[in-house]
Structures are given as structure tokens and as C-alpha cells.
């Protein structure tokens, strides 16, 4: 039986190893406030899996839907206005 080994093994170590880039860590901070409403809907989905879901369940993911919407909304416009020449960064 032959082995399957990594021939560059050093390669995939490195970029695996790598801390994250001030870009890469500011892509992130922009997009925080739709992670955590994807969150919050998640918590609000998790909720409701155990039992049959109450009008105060409904409503609770309804409401973190819209805030996901609204999330996601606001970070694309940034991007368009920032992407529009004379754009605020």
C-alpha cells in the first residue's frame, strides 16, 4: 500500500499559519453588523426547532429576517457609494 503525502507540504503550512490582514480584518469589521443579525435569526430559528412555534416565535424570526434584509441593505450601499466616483469611503 502506497502513502498519499502533500508534496508541498511547507506551502500549505505557511498560508494556514498566517495571521489575518489589517484588509482582510477590516472586510470583517464592515460586515459585523450582518453577521450578527444572521446570528440573532439563528438563535431565533434554534428556538423554535423544539417545539411547535408561538406567535411570539413568528414574530421574533419575522423581525430578525427584516434585520438580516436591513443589514445586508446597508452594506451594499456602502460599497456602491463607495465605488461611485467622488464616493465617500
Excluded at 502513502?3 to 460586515?31: C, F, G, K, W
Excluded at 428556538?47 to 434584509?69: G, K, N, S, Y
Excluded at 441593505?73 to 463607495?82: F, H, M, Q
Amino acid at each position: 500500500m502506497s502513502h498519499i503525502v502533500a508534496v508541498q507540504a511547507v506551502v500549505t503550512a505557511d498560508e494556514i499559519d498566517r495571521e489575518p490582514t489589517a484588509a482582510e480584518l477590516d472586510s470583517i469589521d464592515r460586515e459585523m453588523p450582518v453577521i450578527r443579525a444572521e446570528v440573532e435569526l439563528l438563535d431565533a430559528q434554534i428556538i423554535a426547532l423544539d417545539r411547535t412555534p408561538t406567535e411570539l416565535d413568528a414574530r421574533r424570526i419575522r423581525r430578525a429576517r427584516r434585520r438580516v434584509l436591513a443589514a445586508r441593505r446597508e452594506l451594499a450601499n456602502r460599497a456602491t457609494s463607495a465605488s461611485l466616483p467622488g464616493g465617500a469611503a
